[in-house]
């Protein structure tokens, strides 16, 4: 039967692919970018064995790098998968009594419908609860759940057509637990094909709570969704089990560095004047896939041009996640800084002065951002310890970029640059005491920042890249010296104290240096494990080679205690204060002389004696969740042992 015969004798049918005069057309994004998406959409069945046009030239280079790779030339994805086989994978994360689902799918033929399923098991008997549209282009598909129970474990499935299905399940909360696991990953390179069944069964051995992945999940800059698709073959049998958190990062929308600039257009090669690359709907499209299913955003207004934000929050078992977007929003350095190497975005001049870079204006979390982590660190329902996770660090904690033979005094592409908008980004985490994880550097790094001075700041690890083939990075000192107050026995000769090229202040603890680039079992691939013991309040920071035969890289297991977190040292305390009415009250200290919020914590039992870092008077509220329900205002910092007490009733 032709199509045209087929449609008009089952009309169910034809609306589903009511779509495909689009699919069969021009190219979804328009004559300018042909590329973007080419394996995935069109007549794409008429080419699934065929060779792809060459993409964008640096496709799978990493444009930190001397060199550009050339881009694909052959299919990334067997596309034309059994009908049967149709659903890839699916994610998922549940907070706050919503349940949401993304699900993709392989390319569909025009008279498969476009339509899926999510169907729950309960009792024993599976039930549809929700039906979604499989958009085009893309191919992906989004389910949301009201009123979900987060107190039972359920298994789930997505369904196409009649034979088609993903399954999986969707843990409940593990409140109960006393420790907390979140594995923490990033940059997956595309240069090495295939799966990463080590890195999958060890996950799935060592079990995490929640699965991280910090960005570049693909470097198929044109290809997105077949890359995704590659991504999700690769990790699908352990994220199908677990709510994961997916950020997409530069190279997941098409660069080699990413600055949003709030979501202007770039117009330069390289992209450093700042905004996006490819056209607002592959924008859109990347971060739909990637991370439609996490909890909503905050505050959803889209950026210039229209394109989406998902910066966030998310709740595991009592350990509170906020979810930050460190690329959207950071201002390009290209015309607003001088140019002092060989790429705006890459300083050599050893004499420069690096407030000089550090210009009033300059934007890195951006204004909406930074109120969300300010209203994120005095809110605590639902949370005993908090963590933020983004794309990248805070710091330039890299020496070598690319090959060994690559020295570098500062990269911009960090959150180390501007230094005004690091400060303050990490002032906001320090005061509720949160850890920070990220990934993006291509090398694993345990640090404590500093802001005023040496280890007053929050801790962050870095991830290691989980296939690091794209550009390998070293932290290797010019003099070959550790600094100040190197770790005590370690076995890596360079932690202390040090400043990164743009004169912040971190404090090495460990590094995973590539051994031999050339040998995928010295190449430092990996990822990182966090445990957050809620009963202890020690965060415990581990980093597993991709080829670990059971060990980690030197320098780790990393035991902190969760209060360190803030590391400035007190200079007086207020009045011990016993608090009736709630074993682990939410308790926030406020400087009266400039009313500066000095933190907002969860202390560990119904009595604390708040430490501050001056003279004066202060106020300080308390509460169950929030500190809103009592006051006492002008509270005397004295003495640990002349500031005497007060009992508070909630």
Known sequence: ?????????????????????????????????????????????????????????????????????????????????????????AIYTHDRGVLKVSAQLFPLKPDEAREARLELKRDGEWKEVAKAEVHYPGWDAHFRVEDWDNTQTVPYRVRHGEKAMFAGTIRRDPIDQAEIVIANMSC?????????????????????????????????????????????LQFRDVMKDRPTICIPDDHDVGHGNLWGENGKRSTISGDADGGYRYPVEYVNQVQRAQSWHLPDPVDPAPVDRGITVY????????????????????????????????????????????????????????????????????????????????????????????????????????????????NAALREIRRARATHLCGDQHLAVSMKHGI???????????????????????????????????????PLPWTGDFKDGLGNLMSIIAYANPEDVQDEKKRADGYGLVRFNKKSNQVTFECWP??????????????VNSDDNDGRIPVAWLPDLVIEGAERPVIQVIAESNGEILYTIRAQSSRFQPPVYAAGSFTVKIGKDKPDAQTLTGLKAASKDKAGSKTMKL
């Open 452 to 490: 005023d001075a040496f280890g007053d700041g929050p801790y962050g690890f870095t991830s290691p890249a989980l296939v690091n083939t794209i550009y390998g990075r070293w932290w290797h000192p010019k003099d070959e010296q550790p600094g100040a107050n190197p770790v005590a026995g370690s």
């Open 1 to 89: 039967m032709k199509r045209r015969t087929f449609l008009k004798s089952v009309p169910a049918v034809a609306a589903a692919t009511q779509i495909l005069p689009a699919q069969n057309a021009t190219p979804p994004f328009g004559t300018e970018f042909p590329m973007l998406d080419s394996q995935t959409t069109g007549q794409w069945w008429n080419r699934a064995v065929a060779a792809a046009p060459t993409a964008n030239p640096d496709a799978k280079g990493k444009a930190k790098g001397k060199g550009k790779a050339k881009g694909n030339q052959g299919p990334i994805v067997d596309l034309n998968v059994p009908r049967d086989q149709v659903v890839c994978f």
């Open 188 to 232: 997956n390179s595309a240069r090495t094909k295939g799966g990463r069944p080590e890195i999958v069964q060890h996950l799935i051995a060592q079990n995490p709570d929640v699965l991280f992945f910090a960005g570049d999940q693909t470097y198929q800059h044109t290809e997105h969704t077949a890359g995704w698709l590659e991504f999700g």
């Open 311 to 422: 910066f966030t929050r998310m709740r595991v078992g009592g350990v509170d996640f906020a979810i930050l977007e460190d690329r959207k929003f950071k201002s390009g350095p290209a015309g607003k800084i001088p140019q002092m190497g060989p790429r705006p975005d890459h300083i050599n001049d050893e004499k420069y002065d690096p407030k000089t870079i550090d210009l009033p204006g300059l934007q890195l979390l951006g204004e909406r951002q930074m109120k969300f982590l300010g209203q994120w660190t005095q809110d605590w329902t639902g949370a005993e310890m908090k963590c933020v996770l983004s794309a990248t660090a805070f710091c330039g904690a890299v020496h070598l970029h690319g090959s060994p033979d690559n020295r570098l005094l500062a990269d911009l592409d960090c959150n180390g640059w501007p230094q005004t908008g690091r």
């Open 546 to 559: 991709r080829f670990s035969e059971g060990k980690q890289f030197p320098g780790w297991p990393i035991n």
